[in-house]
């Protein structure tokens, strides 16, 4: 079984930034991609980004376009959300996950960690 552990989340002012990271453990060699979800109060989950252990390009949310970098080290089994220019709106907990297929959802899933941005 996959483990996912986040860390970085916090308290943060508007236009701030974070660095979330993820590690993964266990039987990691069938995960075909990473990233990151979140999810706010009164809100649905949502895909923040995500990358492939490969190296194809990676998917952005357009709501943090040019302001999020998800990058990937494969040696260490780490995938990390560098988020600049952070907003209110960027408040949620966020959720690493791990996907063995190409398509489809998740299959493993972090405990989650809390960004706050204040205004």
């Known amino acids: 079984q996959v483990q996912l552990v986040e860390s970085g989340g916090g308290l943060v002012q508007a236009g701030g930034s974070l660095r979330l990271s993820c590690v993964a453990s266990g039987p990691t060699f069938g995960i075909y991609d990473m990233g990151w979800f979140r999810h706010a109060p009164g809100k649905e989950r949502e895909v923040v980004a995500h990358?492939?252990?490969?190296?194809?390009?990676?998917y952005y949310a357009d709501s943090v376009k040019g302001r999020f970098t998800i990058s990937r080290d494969n040696a260490q089994n780490t995938v990390t959300l560098q988020m600049n220019s952070l907003k209110p709106e960027d408040t949620a907990v966020y959720y690493c996950?791990?996907?063995?297929?190409?398509?489809?959802?998740?299959?493993?899933w972090g405990q989650g960690t809390q960004v706050t941005v204040s205004s």
């Open positions: 990358i492939a252990l490969s190296g194809s390009t990676p």
């Open positions: 996950a791990a996907r063995l297929g190409r398509h489809g959802p998740p299959n493993y």
